[in-house]
T-cell receptor, first 111, second 115 residues
């Protein structure tokens, strides 16, 4: 049973467009929500993370929006570039080291 | 140059064989993890260790075993009891301690194929 549900499974966006990936969770004890980026054949790398005491966090072209009451959080990639083409995973944890991952979203940015 | 190394990059196993995947880190991290990645399923936790000589089962530990004799090393053995071992295996580490906001750093992975 997946504790974090991620959508869409894949998306295609034109260069310069906005990519939006959504995640939902049920466990209200989760208190850390990271996003990871993975290129083919490589390990994931932390992209950006948020705690539930803030509703938004921005780092460069990447923004996390967090809605605690709806138990949802999303990743927005602004001005998408071909180099952003990768698989993105949301995750959540509750102070016990274990991360629960979403199933992943493959983003393709067309030039 | 700090980081996590995994070896080998590719591994082929015959049915009935045990194989051991290596994971080493020089980040001085206390916690280490093993994940399995299958297409369309994200990452699933196999085992994790918060400190030397201690480890806990994750969500899919059956057919796997680990040891943590040194802080730097966390090898994973895929035993013949694992019925579907073909997958991409990822090792990770984090600082550990009392904070829950532990960024996990991942290695480059080992792709295991059963022949």
């Amino acid at each position: 049973q997946q504790q974090v549900k991620q959508s869409p499974q894949s998306l295609i966006v034109q260069k310069g467009g906005i990519s939006i990936i959504n995640c939902a969770y049920e466990n209200t004890a989760f208190d850390y929500f990271p996003w990871y980026q993975q290129f083919p054949g490589k390990g994931p790398a932390l992209l950006i993370a948020i705690r539930p005491d803030v509703s938004e966090k921005k780092e460069g072209r990447f923004t996390i929006s967090f809605n605690k009451s709806a138990k949802q959080f999303s990743l927005h990639i602004m001005d998408s570039q071909p180099g952003d083409s990768a698989t993105y995973f949301c995750a959540a944890s509750k102070n016990d080291y274990k991360l629960s991952f979403g199933a992943g979203t493959t983003v393709t940015v067309r030039a | 140059d700090g980081g996590i190394t995994q070896s080998p990059k590719y591994l082929f196993r015959k049915e009935g064989q045990n194989v051991t995947l290596s994971c080493e880190q020089n980040l001085n991290h206390d916690a280490m993890y093993w994940y399995r990645q299958d297409p369309g399923q994200g990452l699933r936790l196999i085992y994790y260790s918060q400190i030397v000589n201690d480890f806990q089962k994750g969500d899919i530990a059956e057919g796997y075993s680990v040891s943590r004799e040194k802080k730097e090393s966390f090898p994973l053995t895929v035993t013949s009891a694992q019925k579907n071992p073909t997958a991409f295996y990822l090792c990770a580490s984090s600082k550990g301690g009392s904070s829950s906001y532990n960024e996990q750093f991942f290695g480059p992975g080992t792709r295991l194929t059963v022949l």
